[in-house]
């Protein structure tokens, strides 16, 4: 995630008045929030981006081993991103460990999955509960309406961002790659000769 230079800007005051709270004037208040919706339209985003990444890694899986070279590479972007090998996955490359990529992500994949069995168990032995989703941030200190009533929280709620006219929300896989149709006979020499 880069944040451009307004944005730092806002986050280095936010930061500064976290350390050292502040009053806040409208403006700031204002900056803040347009940079916590800003950050939290690109987790989102980002979240999509991998569930459309993950959708589409399983339907090459689900159509080897025609569809090898594709499944490969986008394990391989799939890895990248922080992507807990599955069974699923394991099996496809033992099936395809004949070439020397399959054969090299297959030993990737069981050194991650290994990994990730051992914190799972470390995990539960240690009795640590996993980390739940991130929260919106919802409210800063500081702004007018904090000097004029000191005793009441200083934390006003952000709106909630309407849809643009004209937005249209994020396609589904299977709409961006619908199924393909096999492709109709063609007509018999009868037919074509009559």
Known sequence: MAFSADELRVLRRALAIALHPTPLSDEDVQDCLRLAGSVDEAVGEAGRLRAFLLADLARYRNALPGSAAGY?????????????????????LRALRGGPLAAALLERCQVLAERSVRARLAGRSAGTAAPGPRSRLLALPGGRAAAREPDRPRTPAAPDKPRKPGERPMPKPSEVFPPRRRPAPPPSEERAAG
């Not at 490969?72 to 496809?92: C, K, V």
């Open 72 to 92: 490969l590479e986008l394990l391989q972007d799939a890895l990248a991103a922080g992507y807990d090998p599955r069974p699923d996955d394991l099996a496809a």
